[in-house]
């Protein structure tokens, strides 16, 4: 049985930052993809930041130079650092594994950036 589980989401104030985790389970955990989307309320579920299997990282322009995604092979665990957030940064953050057509997510965990 897979399993996905984000931790670390929280209330923070604007310029703040929070390191959010996902542990992975029941997937060879190097062998695949990750990455953070987040969806706000109202609209629809974004790519925030992604690493392949080499570390390689991907962000949306919106995050570069702020966030940072990294994954642990041996703890099956990957991160994201987010650092000077901002209110727009408001959102449900998702882990998902990704490996050829298959596809897993997280059930989430939220941040809220406000003073």
């Known amino acids: 049985q897979v399993q996905l589980v984000e931790s670390g989401g929280g209330l923070v104030q604007p310029g703040g930052s929070l390191r959010l985790s996902c542990s992975a389970s029941?997937?060879?955990?190097?062998?695949?993809?990750m990455g953070w989307y987040r969806q706000a309320p109202g609209k629809q579920r974004d790519l925030v930041a992604a690493?392949?299997?080499?570390?390689?990282?991907n962000y949306a322009d919106s995050v570069k130079g702020r966030f940072t995604i990294s994954r642990d092979n041996a703890k099956k665990t990957v991160y994201l650092q987010m650092n000077s957030l901002k209110p727009d940064d408001t959102a449900v953050y998702y882990c998902?594994?990704?490996?050829?057509?298959?596809?897993?997510w997280g059930q989430g965990t939220q941040v809220t950036v406000s003073s």
């Open positions: 998902n594994a990704k490996l050829r057509t298959s596809d897993y």
């Open positions: 029941g997937i060879p955990f190097s062998f695949w993809a």
């Open positions: 690493i392949s299997t080499l570390g390689s990282a």
